[in-house]
């Protein structure tokens, strides 16, 4: 008797709260060892925390697991009703971009304990593009399962991702989507503008001017040095449109961040305010059983493909979003990226596309002013539904630009060409892609005479050489450098102008490979060609002198090489030796697939859902 009527007090209790109820009415009865899915991978039962299978109930295993977890301090009543938050954080000083991530922590858990539920701290893989080698890239995929196993295997009812430098934020989306929990992103944010001298100086993007000026005699190499401290002088990511601020506003226009939390800047109190609002929300999210799936729809990656065009934002999203859709079920394809890309203008003037930089993108008004200006020009989904419940057209309609220098209005653009563009032909059967807004309008039709290097040791080793046969009007050929053959599809796509030519003015040709570019970076560069040259792609069968025709207009790049003569190519080719022949390289280089494919591996394709595995 006492036990059913503490039961009814209990689920009582929880109609009135609107609540959750626990793993049984009778809390003496053992969590179920696996929980039932729906089609979608959801535990059936929408008002049950998947943590109660670890802490409800009287018995053996629930005594052992609380037991454990109140040697940190946290009362008995934690443990009841209350839905645990994982928040899974990339800290560490090996990635600078990420180093201040334990205070963002702190500002979720505020707003998690706020909202009534029971904020637990986990740490992931940490992914730094500026320190780790041979790329970032090769270990996406790696984070990314380390971020799936973390939240299924562990009494998490909904997730908060706290993303900064740029492969964080695919991989720890990745990973939580193959769960399909309820979660919300909460990316780091940008440094603030470098200074220098007078000038502004962006993350890399400056970098790659400057490097170019020393190497072209026009500034010495004390200048040079001089402006390395003041590039990076506060907490946050790249503060230009690279990868980490293309991704960040990607996971924005996903609908996946409150919005405007793409580019505050790192060390803005603001900042912390959104992490603490994220906190409450995600507590929602989980009441109201709001899943990645839910957010994240066919509509909501169209959205995604446009923003990336009126931003000028990165190429490498093209190969992140597919990752994402791919473990989402959705039906992204690269050509995808053309077709709903191709009629977007670029309206934002920020480097390395423009002039200004993410800072002042944030002071201008954000991600939200650039949707807004998209939605009147018809071209996004208006209706779709963002992590804080509201379609974008709600959250947008009292949006304003403060700086029509940086955000430009859709009638009249800052560049006529957005979107990134996708390119076939003989030589990408399967697609390579070029960015417009970063590239140089004369060499948009060109050909050429291909100068081919065969890793990026031959291109550094070479490219200076007074002696190299090249000139303004060749076009420079990179091979073995995708996904396979790096291994990881490192950014090395920006090869630099040879000495002699940038001494001669050129600051720009047409360079072709299957690696990717920094999205730092800029230049007229067809990217992610594939197949790659590793796993036997047209790109490996290029020699010195061919001929190769760029159209981008057209949508075409073809070498232009008969089919006999590369059929006695092919005869002759052989693949070359991996470089590492066993642990995590060795399985990545087999079952990575290619650049137009997203690069994920083969068998992380989809997801297993939320189940509650079996006991301990």
């Not at 295993?61 to 940190?72: P, T, V």
């Not at 000038?199 to 890399?204: I, Y």
């Not at 990165?314 to 890309?341: C, E, Y």
């Not at 955000?407 to 003989?426: A, D, S, T």
Request: net charge neutral.
């Amino acid at each position: 008797m006492r036990r059913s009527t503490r039961g009814l007090w209990c689920a009582t209790r929880a109609r009135k709260r609107n609540c959750y109820s626990t793993a049984s009415s009778d809390p003496t009865d053992p969590p179920n060892a696996h929980t039932p899915l729906d089609s979608e991978g959801r535990v059936q039962n929408l008002h049950k925390l998947r943590s109660a299978a670890w802490f409800s109930g009287s018995s053996r295993d629930a005594f052992l697991h609380r037991s454990w977890m109140k040697n940190q301090g946290f009362p008995a009543d934690v443990f009841h009703d209350r839905p645990v938050i994982g928040i899974c954080n990339t800290f560490s000083e090996l990635t600078p971009c990420n180093a201040h991530f334990r205070k963002i922590a702190e500002h979720v858990k505020r707003g998690v304990w706020e909202a009534g539920g029971f904020p637990l701290e986990f740490p992931v893989m940490s992914l730094g593009e500026t320190l780790l080698r041979p790329t970032a890239m090769i270990y996406r995929n790696l984070a990314s399962m380390d971020v799936e196993e973390s939240i299924r295997a562990n009494p998490i009812d909904g997730v908060v991702l706290l993303t900064g430098c740029d492969k964080t934020t695919p991989s720890l989306v990745m990973g939580a989507a193959s769960v399909n929990l309820p979660t919300i992103v909460v990316p780091g944010g940008p440094m603030l503008n470098g200074k220098f001298r007078g000038r502004e100086l962006g993350s890399g993007t400056s970098l790659w001017g400057l490097s170019e000026e020393v190497r072209a005699g026009k500034i010495t190499l004390a200048d040079f040095m001089d402006a390395e401290s003041c590039m990076s002088r506060s907490a946050g990511h790249c503060m230009v449109m690279g990868t980490a601020s293309t991704m960040a506003s990607m996971v924005e226009s996903l609908g996946m961040t409150l919005p405007g939390g793409a580019a505050i800047p790192a060390v803005d109190s603001r900042r912390n305010v959104l992490a603490h609002l994220s906190g409450r929300r995600i507590v929602d999210m989980v009441k109201n059983n709001v899943r990645i799936k839910d957010i994240m729809t066919r509509k909501a990656f169209e959205n995604a493909i446009r923003v990336n065009g009126a931003i000028g934002g990165s190429t490498n999203a093209v190969i992140h979003l597919l990752a994402m859709a791919g473990r989402l079920g959705v039906d992204l394809k690269i050509q995808d990226w053309d077709d709903f890309g191709r009629d977007v203008p670029c309206l934002l003037n920020l480097q390395p596309s423009g002039q200004f930089l993410m800072e002042d993108f944030y002071y201008a008004g954000g991600v939200p002013v650039v949707v807004k200006e998209l939605i009147r020009g018809n071209l996004l989904h208006k209706d779709v539904t963002t992590v804080n419940g509201k379609t974008w057209e709600e959250n947008t309609k009292d949006a304003q630009c403060w700086n029509d220098e940086v955000i430009y209005k859709i009638e009249k653009p800052f560049k006529e060409r957005g979107g990134i563009v996708v390119v076939r032909g003989n030589l990408a059967p399967n697609g390579a892609v070029v960015k417009p807004s970063a590239a140089s309008e004369h060499l948009m039709k060109h050909k050429g005479r291909a100068v081919v290097f065969t890793s990026i040791e031959d291109a550094r080793r070479r490219t200076d050489d007074p002696n190299l046969d090249i000139d303004e009007n060749c076009v420079i050929v990179l091979q073995n450098c995708g996904p396979k053959g790096y291994p990881g599809m490192a950014e090395v796509g920006n090869l630099p102008i040879p000495k002699k030519l940038l001494q001669k003015g050129i600051r720009d040709m047409v360079r072709i490979s299957d690696a990717r570019m920094s999205g730092t970076a800029y230049g007229t560069t067809v990217l992610h060609v594939s197949p790659e040259a590793a796993a036997g792609g047209t790109l490996a069968l290029v020699k010195n002198g061919d001929m190769i025709e760029l159209d981008v207009d057209g949508r075409k790049l073809e070498l232009l090489v008969s089919e006999e003569e590369l059929q006695k190519r092919r005869q002759a080719w052989k693949p070359p030796e991996p470089v590492v022949k066993r642990g995590y390289t060795d399985l990545y280089i087999k079952h990575v697939m290619q650049a137009h494919t997203g690069a994920d591996l083969d068998f992380l394709v989809g997801g297993s859902g939320d189940y509650v595995p079996r006991e301990n």
